[in-house]
T-cell receptor, first 112, second 117 residues
């Protein structure tokens, strides 16, 4: 079956540091890949997505590249801000299935 | 675009009562809606998938008689927690997809925090 594995958190960084949150997946078909962000007390917001191999999703300074050869979709940002503190979820949606699959989430804490 | 709302945002009820949570897609037609439950500091647990006009498909271990889901129109799905108990206290999140679900982006509501006393 499909699965998503994320690095365990929390990830704690100082403001302006470089961020990487690792995400790898297994899927039987050709999935679309997503990163969602959840701020405290809120629902999930779509951060970025990629629908095929080598696509790069980007938004608000965050980027992730769909790597089929390594089955990865790592999230990166060059310079984090305190306002980026949240929980980040990697997810996939397989065209062969209506059921989405989420990773466990990675908490990011950014200190001033 | 692609806004999903939930109502209420939080609710406190007594044990044994029923609570209804609404999920609406405001600016698109949602062919498929999903209901999730999230425990503190944990990932989302998919409870059920609903398609407009048909019965919801529940995940294994989710009691369909306790968590009633109705997807009456392309913009509205409701989750009713019947005879709620304290262990039902949780954060419930819905999401909606416009393209039929498979491989498509989901748009999430802001969530409903249910506390059962």
């Amino acid at each position: 079956g499909n699965s998503v594995t994320q690095m365990e958190g929390p990830v704690t960084l100082s403001e302006e540091a470089f961020l990487t949150i690792n995400c790898t997946y297994t899927a039987t078909g050709y999935p679309s890949l997503f990163w969602y962000v959840q701020y405290p007390g809120e629902g999930l917001q779509l951060l970025l997505k990629a629908t095929k191999a080598d696509d790069k999703g980007s938004n608000k300074g965050f980027e992730a590249t769909y790597r089929k050869e390594t089955t990865s979709f790592h999230l990166e940002k060059g310079s984090v801000q305190v306002s980026d503190s949240a929980v980040y979820f990697c997810a996939l949606s397989d065209r062969g299935s209506y059921i989405p699959t989420f990773g466990r989430g990675t908490s990011l804490i950014v200190h001033p | 675009g692609a806004v999903v709302s939930q109502h209420p945002s939080w609710v406190i009820c007594k044990s044994g009562t029923s609570v209804k949570i609404e999920c609406r897609s405001l600016d698109f037609q949602a062919t498929t809606m999903f209901w999730y439950r999230q425990f503190p500091k944990q990932s989302l647990m998919l409870m059920a998938t609903s398609n407009e006009g048909s019965k919801a498909t529940y995940e294994q271990g989710v009691e369909k008689d306790k968590f009633l889901i109705n997807h009456a129109s392309l913009t509205l799905s409701t989750l009713t927690v019947t005879s709620a108990h304290p262990e039902d206290s949780s954060f419930y999140i819905c999401s909606a997809s416009s393209g039929g679900g498979a491989g498509d982006t989901q748009y999430f509501g802001p969530g409903t925090r249910l506390t059962v006393l």
